[in-house]
């Protein structure tokens, strides 16, 4: 079993910028896909972010394409979202993800059926 726990989400002005963390418990993160959700009010759970395991290709929606960027850091087991210019309809409560697969130059994890284990949330609010 993962556990995942986000952090930094909070009230920021348009224009501003974030660091959401997840931090993960249980062994071998670094064969893990990681990934970032949102969910607005009365929207459904929308893609952001994932990072490949091995080597650590990226994929974005093009609504945060340019402006936010994942990462990872294997030894601390944790995996961040960068947030720059902030927007209003960023706001949402944003979902870390995780699952255990095998890196592939031709799939992008971009359905939330492409993880298994998610945080409990962290809201992030931009003001306008």
């Known amino acids: 079993q993962v556990q995942l726990v986000e952090s930094g989400g909070r009230l920021v002005q348009a224009g501003g910028s974030l660091r959401l963390s997840c931090a993960a418990s249980?062994?071998?993160?670094?064969?893990?896909?990681m990934g970032w959700f949102r969910q607005a009010p009365g929207k459904d759970r929308e893609f952001v972010a994932t990072?490949?395991?091995?080597?650590?290709?990226?994929n974005y929606a093009d609504s945060v394409k340019g402006r936010f960027t994942i990462s990872r850091d294997n030894a601390e087991m944790t995996v961040f979202l960068q947030m720059n210019s902030l927007k209003p309809e960023d706001t949402a409560v944003y979902y870390c993800?995780?699952?255990?697969?095998?890196?592939?130059?031709?799939?992008?994890?971009?359905?939330?059926?492409?993880?298994?284990?998610w945080g409990q949330g962290t809201q992030v609010t931009v003001s306008s």
């Open positions: 249980g062994r071998t993160f670094s064969n893990y896909r």
């Open positions: 990072i490949s395991s091995l080597n650590g290709r990226t």
């Open positions: 993800a995780a699952d255990l697969a095998t890196d592939s130059p031709y799939y992008t994890a971009r359905s939330q059926y492409d993880y298994t284990y």
